[in-house]
């Protein structure tokens, strides 16, 4: 079946420019993850939405980053006057939720690689 | 120090010999995930496991939840597992990485 799919694969935006990545989940999966790889670096965790709940903003690095879900299904991330650091490759991850002490494994999509010049 | 450590860093291999990827963490857990990365950039879940033992092919994770402690191995590795496993602790819907172990295997 069709998994996490992210849009664009590559963006190039100049310095102070918004940009907007977007992610399509697998159907039916409420849990889904925003993460963030800097060229050399590890994964870091951005947000997490899950359900209809408040999102889970703890990892976002500044206020110029947000996202949201809509209809519990596609997300969107935005990122305000893009700067330098921002490069790196955007991933989203989506799995269904826990239930009966269950735990379900994450799938990733293919991400967006973002170059700021 | 890390919420999540892995060892080694860097890994070469001959094809054919056993890898053993370790990983310990300092942080509560619900559950332990291997991820693979390859080359790419595509990340594959290999597993999430909270107690014992899972195996899957020639890949077998395991978790020692008293010591902190899970590593991950490859039995008769071949090329095509040169990639980057990562290890991440995952407690309550929130996601702690280790910085990953790049496994090269050579012919």
């Known amino acids: 079946g069709a998994g996490v799919s992210q849009s664009p694969s590559n963006k190039v935006t100049e310095k102070g420019k918004d940009v907007e990545l977007r992610c399509d989940p697998i159907s039916g999966h409420t849990a889904l993850y925003w993460y963030r790889q800097s060229l050399g670096q590890g994964l870091e965790f951005l947000i997490y939405?899950?359900?209809?709940?408040?999102?889970?903003k703890s990892g976002l690095p500044s206020d110029r980053f947000s996202a949201e879900r809509t209809g519990g299904s596609v997300s969107t991330l935005t990122i305000q006057r893009t700067q330098q650091e921002d490069s790196a490759v955007y991933l989203c991850?989506?799995?269904?939720?826990?239930?009966?002490?269950?735990?379900?494994?994450?799938?990733f999509g293919p991400g967006t690689r973002l170059t700021v010049t | 120090k890390n919420e999540v450590e892995q060892s080694p860093q860097n890994l070469t291999a001959q094809e054919g010999e056993f890898i053993t990827i370790n990983c310990s963490y300092s942080v509560g857990i619900s559950a332990l995930h291997w991820l693979q990365q390859h080359p790419g950039g595509g990340i594959v879940s290999l597993f999430m496991?909270?107690?014992g033992k899972k195996k899957h092919g020639r890949l077998i994770a395991t978790i020692n939840i008293q010591e902190k402690h899970s590593s991950l191995h490859i039995t008769a590795s071949h090329p095509r597992d040169s990639a980057v496993y990562i290890c991440a602790a995952f407690n309550n819907n929130d996601m702690r990485f280790g910085a990953g172990t790049r496994l090269t295997v050579k012919p």
């Open positions: 991850a989506s799995r269904l939720l826990a239930s009966g002490g269950a735990f379900y494994e994450q799938y």
């Open positions: 496991l909270s107690s």
């Open positions: 939405f899950q359900g209809n709940s408040a999102p889970d």
